[in-house]
Nanobody
Framework: QLRFVESGGGLVQPGGSLRLSCSAS????????MGWFRQAPGKKREGVAC????????DYADSVKGRFTISRDAANNTVYLQMNSLKPEDSAVYYC?????????????????WGQGTQVTVSS
């Protein structure tokens, strides 16, 4: 059983910043990659940023490149998502994900473990 503790979501004005955190616990010794997906109402779920826990390979959605940065604390199975220059279109529920076989690519079918999600709202 894998458990996630997600934090850092909230309400922020356009142009502002937020930092999401996600720690995995439980059956963690085979984890290879973690990351973040998001889904806004009426929209398809999107891979935002993912990272390999072993070598730090990262993969970003084009819509967030240059604004978001994913980082890891592999020893503690924790990932962070620093989100800068936030836009209203970044508003969504952000889900932490993890997997035992992914190389860090943000492809949905690769990830077997999903957190409950944290809401990010960008609005003035």
């Amino acid at each position: 059983q894998l458990r996630f503790v997600e934090s850092g979501g909230g309400l922020v004005q356009p142009g502002g910043s937020l930092r999401l955190s996600c720690s995995a616990s439980g059956f963690t010794f085979d984890l290879e990659a973690m990351g973040w997906f998001r889904q806004a109402p009426g929209k398809k779920r999107e891979g935002v940023a993912c990272i390999s826990l072993s070598d730090g390979f990262t993969d970003y959605a084009d819509s967030v490149k240059g604004r978001f940065t994913i980082s890891r604390d592999a020893a503690n199975n924790t990932v962070y998502l620093q989100m800068n220059s936030l836009k209203p279109e970044d508003s969504a529920v952000y889900y932490c994900v993890a997997d035992t076989a992914s190389n860090g690519q943000c492809v949905e079918y690769l990830y077997d473990f999903w957190g409950q999600g944290t809401q990010v709202t960008v609005s003035s």
